[in-house]
């Protein structure tokens, strides 16, 4: 079950060492002596020796692991295909498509490419995933979330690196429709991306006033859940913005995961279940930034994130150190 309901306006790496678990000798090959492995199924990880981070070859190469480097606890929920830390994107108008094999729990619905699959359980297929001992790169044919076998028109990429705790991921999607149903120049809000942290990381918090970057008190946000009706939206109507770019969930000793998206205009966040929750829990945490634009039958979007594992202060401390860099064209 995807809980992401359809909100439509509508290096960096410290030395590391990688890994392709579940892989066998015979699906693994390197393109030269010194090039990059190549990997077709299983997991492709990597650890930098502070934070563990793999990706699902069998879901799109969405991040389906986090942890703490020697533990085995992940902070991750992977409950379907619809969860997970990845790429999501909407376009066009919503539409009755259930004699084309579209689910009646997710109808209408517009032109919505999911990396992890569908929400029939069928995983985007990898055209190509690769690693080196510092990076991990994955690209995928996309499944419309809402229909029970079509992939989307579209390529999705991910490349990733680790630089302490800190995740960098650049993604990117190709559109390439040629499809007349959907409509062109329709305004969605994209997540970017869509982070779904566990349930007992349960605390919500952000900083949402006027003076960002100044170290300002953070607030420490009422969780939404969208079983009462919708995620928390933090547009500044419902709730105000977080206006340093970034949302935390953390335990009750603040430790927890960090998504910081530099382009993010505003965000969504909120818990679907209860709060005890782990990675195969239907109960899941969630926080979305977001931007709105139109994505049109022969669009290319790209764009930024961070991914933080920390105690609360030291996610700002790491958000401010990025913000700066950034800032400077670093």
């Known amino acids: 079950m995807k809980v992401t309901t359809l909100w439509c306006l509508c290096a960096i790496s410290a030395m590391c060492w990688a890994s392709c678990s579940g892989t066998s000798a015979a699906d693994k090959k390197s393109d ?14 990597l650890d930098n020796g502070q934070i563990c981070l793999k990706q699902d070859l069998g879901r799109g190469g969405s991040i389906c692991y986090l942890s703490r480097s020697g533990e085995d606890r992940n902070i ?42 569908n929400s029939a359980g069928k995983g985007a297929r990898i055209l190509h995933a690769e690693r080196t001992d510092t990076s991990l790169y994955v690209k995928c044919v996309p499944m419309l979330w809402d229909m029970n076998d079509h992939e989307a028109e579209a390529i999705m990429e991910q490349w990733t690196t680790l630089d302490g705790n800190v995740a960098y991921v650049r993604n990117k999607i190709t559109c390439n429709r040629t499809d007349s149903i ?43 859940c969208l079983q009462d009706g919708f995620w928390g939206r933090y547009d500044g109507k419902s709730n105000p913005v977080p206006t340093e770019k970034w949302m935390a969930f953390v335990d009750d000793s603040n430790w927890g995961l960090a998504v910081f998206t530099p382009t993010a205009e505003t965000f969504l966040a909120g818990r679907f279940g209860d709060t005890d929750g782990e990675a195969m829990s239907s109960s899941t945490s969630y926080i979305a930034p977001l931007c709105t634009t139109a994505l049109n039958k022969n669009s290319v979007m790209e764009y930024d994130y961070y991914l933080i594992v920390d105690n609360l202060d030291s996610i700002r401390s790491t958000v401010y150190a990025l913000n700066s860099k950034i800032s400077k064209g670093l």
Do not use: M
């Open 182 to 224: 959907y409509g062109e120049g329709i305004a969605c809000s994209q997540e970017i991306p869509a982070v779904y942290p566990i349930s007992k990381l349960k605390n919500l918090y952000a900083y949402t006033g006027e003076n960002p970057f100044t170290g300002a008190d953070l607030t420490s946000h009422t969780v939404e």
């Open 32 to 45: 030269s002596a010194d090039g990059p492995e190549i990997c077709t199924e299983g997991e492709i990880v």
């Open 76 to 117: 991750v929920n992977v409950y379907d295909e619809g969860r997970l830390i990845q790429q999501s994107y909407y376009a066009g108008k919503t539409l009755n498509r259930q004699s084309e094999g579209q689910s009646k729990d997710w109808s209408p619905w517009a032109w919505n490419p999911i990396q992890g699959g």
